[in-house]
């Protein structure tokens, strides 16, 4: 056996019927059967439409604001070895075209469902092994395809580059299709990883080196736009300020 299964129960919302902050001492999948809205996992805001499902680790708290009348169904389960599933909201929905094909979970949860109301002899113990054969499929659709080693090297390798290339123009299309993937496919892929877009995270580490420049050197602002790959000092000066809240020199001058 791969899991126990903790919980597994069906839920109708209405809009304004929202579920607050809360937490379980497992992992929770969530699966939205119809309906749209949004869910806070962590401090982080997703948004869910049907067959969507939300998976979330023990301990972390998550609530759900519905938009529109939403079904879901509930399923709590504890990995009987160290798991590396990922947090967040994900697609079951049929692929597009040029994208990887995934093993759908809808049908595993509805096969769960009926044994849990026919109640059949040994009942427990198939609703284990099928909670078992979601974790498996689980670990397999991490990052939408692929083995989750060779799926996150690549990522690994491009945020080496991005680290050392940040203050150059990156060229994202030729990132994606080293790792073997289109650009917006990338990009989600990226995000998914990562927690924030290419051009975010790149946003992310000029930002952070500025901050360091402003603090330990006496270099111009135009000097260290420039540094940091910035197109000019008054874009420099713009991002900064929507990035910190502040201007460069006034945070210059505060952490003199």
Known sequence: MQARLHFLFPVAHEPGDDVTMHRHGCHE????????GKTRIGDRD?????????????G???DERHAAPTEVLCLGFAPLRESALPEGVF???KPKD???AHEHILPLLLGMAKEMRNKDEDYADMLDLLASQLVLTLHRRRLNGGSPTHAEDKFR???NYIN???HQRIDFGSLAAMAGYSLDRYRHLFKAQIGASPGRYVLGRRIAHARTLLRETNRSIAEIAADCGFASDSQFCSLFR???GGSPGAYRKANA
Not at 29 to 36: A, D, F, M, Q
Not at 46 to 58: F, S
């Open 98 to 100: 040029g994208e990887d």
């Open 91 to 93: 697609s079951d929905r």
């Open 29 to 36: 999948l969530v699966y939205y059967l119809k309906g749209n």
């Open 46 to 58: 997703y948004e869910y439409r049907e067959d969507d499902y939300a998976l979330i680790r023990p």
């Open 157 to 159: 390798y491009a945020i």
């Open 164 to 166: 050392e290339n940040f």
């Open 60 to 62: 972390t708290y998550h």
């Open 242 to 244: 929507r990035e910190t």
